[in-house]
């Protein structure tokens, strides 16, 4: 189907997994141009709401009823050909696009698309970016991967030619993608539901990379091998980054009390200015470095640069501070790969804290299965772990792997476990074990942040 976003206001646009991080991003960028939509999700959230608010239609629960009068329907990688809403819209020839190719729709109307790929980082560098261009007054379009302050939620549409947005490989999908600039800040195994192997991921990332125009940018990760590797081979113009080696680097790393970092950044081994962070750990000097890199790219001033990444404050469940209760500290972070976890868990030994208590809910069997091994590796640095029950999302339970068995092998690197199979059953454990002074996380993907909530309730 030929659509043009700037012409065809008339149409209505029914979402089928609206509630979605991204979904509920692009449905919120056509009310704004002036579009009718509808759409459908399981649940209400906070981003239904929303959407409902901005004039839309919202339907709780997928049904073939639900697509009235409607010219074209979107749909995540998530929905299943089984889907109600789906059957009809192909029943009744209605056209269809992937979350994926409607982004990439979109994307087309912009002549600086900066795309944010990678295993880990991506929802962070590109709020980064985002609170760079903003100080910069570039009037960006922005779709994030979660809700971030300065524009009030997870999207904020622009109207000049720069577009920043997450691009995941999940399924592929970042290959529908139309970058000026591409940004890859890892090569890591992750989604092995979709993908064979780590070579394959990789492979993937260099089609992405080959979308990328010849004038146009790749910045890479020299302190990731495989990024790396797949720097070497692109067409298009490259710039490095990393804190042993690249173009751009970063020299004299300090952490405050609260483990933020503060660094010299240097180009090609001329020093720039000095950058203080306002979110903690190491691993958010990498993601600072591509985003610094990328605003180089784009000319954009130092002043810009330093002033947007201090007064970036995190995204919400990203090392998110959700309150204290009884002299206990209670984050919240979205980790749910063991590189996440590992990254996350380091950073809060820079937290002023006298334990470490971390409730982890794993995201997914597949994922629980196939890094297994990395998964009971990954918590070395916490002083007690509650692992809650697997988190199914998409899949459904086939019995080959549990939070009970990932318990038991988690035990065996003699880390302190417990296996917890209810949130109230765990917010029971903690108000009896937790002392003045711990510091509490809640990990994962999933609902787990829950576990923070109801602890500072009760």
């Known amino acids: 189907m030929n659509f043009n976003l700037n012409t065809d206001l008339n149409k209505k646009v029914h979402f089928i997994g609206i509630g979605g991080i991204s979904m509920s991003g692009l449905a919120q960028i056509l009310l704004k141009r002036g579009y009718t939509v509808s759409g459908s999700d399981m649940k209400e959230s906070s981003l239904t709401k929303k959407l409902s608010q901005l004039g839309a239609e919202i339907y709780i629960g997928h049904h073939k009823d639900n697509l009235k009068n409607v010219d074209l329907v979107i749909y995540t990688a998530a929905i299943p050909d089984t889907n109600p809403e789906l059957a ?24 600086y698309n900066v795309a944010i790929s990678g295993t880990h980082g991506k929802t962070t560098t590109t709020s980064m970016i985002s609170h760079i261009t903003l100080k910069e007054n570039l009037d960006p379009t922005i779709l994030v991967g979660g809700e971030l302050d300065i524009i009030n939620g997870n ?186 976890i590992k990254a996350t868990l380091f950073a809060a030994k820079n937290y002023p804290h006298k334990r470490v208590f971390c409730v982890f809910q794993p995201h997914t069997y597949s994922r629980t299965l196939t890094l297994f091994d ?22 459904k339970d086939t019995g080959v792997v549990s939070s009970d068995k990932l318990g038991d092998a988690i035990r065996k690197n003699n880390v302190k476990c417990e296996n917890i199979h209810s949130f109230e059953e765990i917010v029971s454990f903690l108000n009896k074990t937790l002392k003045p002074g711990d510091l509490l996380l809640t990990v994962g993907a999933g609902n787990v942040f829950e576990v923070g909530e109801m602890y500072l309730k009760n």
């Not at 819209?89 to 087309?108: C, D, Q, S, V, W």
């Not at 962070?277 to 000319?299: E, M, Y």
């Open 374 to 395: 990395e998964f009971s590796k990954a918590f070395s640095d916490t002083d007690e772990l509650v692992l809650a029950d697997i988190y199914a999302a998409r899949e």
């Open 88 to 111: 009809q819209a192909k029943a009744l020839n209605i056209p269809l696009f992937t979350r994926a190719e409607f982004l990439g729709l979109i994307m087309k109307g912009h002549k």
């Open 155 to 340: 999207v904020r549409t622009g109207k000049s030619e720069y577009f920043i947005t997450e691009a995941c490989e999940y399924k592929a999908s970042f290959l529908k993608f139309y970058p000026y600039i591409g940004i890859i800040l890892n090569v890591d195994a992750d989604h092995l539901d979709y993908y064979k192997d780590i070579n394959e991921i990789q492979s993937t990332f260099k089609k992405f990379v080959d979308l990328i125009p010849k004038d146009g940018y790749l910045i890479a990760n020299a302190d990731d091998a495989r990024a790396f590797e797949i720097s070497q081979k692109a067409l298009c113009n490259v710039v490095t980054f990393g804190i042993t080696k690249g173009d751009i680097t970063a020299k004299n790393i300090s952490f405050d009390p609260k483990g933020c970092a503060a660094f010299e950044v240097y180009k090609c081994n001329s020093p720039l200015f000095t950058v203080q962070l306002n979110v903690p750990g190491k691993h958010n000097v990498l993601n600072a470095l591509a985003s610094i890199a990328c605003a180089l790219t784009l000319n954009i001033s130092n002043n810009s640069i330093t002033d947007g990444l201090l007064s970036f404050g995190g995204t919400h469940r990203r090392f998110e501070y959700k309150g204290e209760k009884d002299g206990v500290t209670v984050i919240d972070d979205y980790a749910h790969h063991p590189t996440e």
